[in-house]
């Protein structure tokens, strides 16, 4: 299978950088699969999971949303935060949640409202990719 170059970029680290042969991400319109050769697109994509080919496995990563550009056989995404589901900590992450859901339950202006809605799911997120880990999924 054809390969392309995949870059995975935060703030903080690069990620990812490697060739692989197909990565899967959910954009903001539904799940979207690139492979070699894919048009050009810049698009901004969703919180939930990063799946990423190479060597005919897949290996998954939580991440937070970002934006994805595809662009001459390279894809580039950026994020705040994207995560293997090992380097997860499962404490941060309900604390994160309950947080979350406590702040929600409360009357805010609709941007606090979207901000901590945005914080639940990705927590949500998060515990479920240890769980799937957990659970050999």
């Given amino acids: ?37 894919h048009e050009p697109i810049v698009t901004p994509i969703g919180i939930g999971k990063l799946r990423i080919k190479k060597g005919g496995k897949w290996r998954e990563a939580a991440i937070a949303g970002g934006i994805l550009e595809v662009n001459q056989n390279k894809v580039v995404i ?43 799911y990705r927590a949500i997120n998060r515990l479920r990719m240890i769980e799937e880990r957990r659970n050999g999924d």
């Fill in 1 to 37: 299978m054809a390969e392309f170059e995949l870059e995975v970029l935060q703030p903080e680290r690069i990620f990812f950088k490697d060739k692989v042969e197909m990565i899967v991400v959910r954009a903001i319109d539904g799940e979207i699969g690139i492979m070699a050769g």
């Fill in 78 to 120: 950026l994020s705040d935060a994207v995560e293997w589901p090992e380097e997860i900590d499962r404490q941060r992450a309900l604390a994160a949640k309950e947080r979350a859901e406590k702040k929600l339950q409360q009357k805010l202006p609709p941007d606090e409202f979207e901000r901590y809605q945005a914080a639940l």
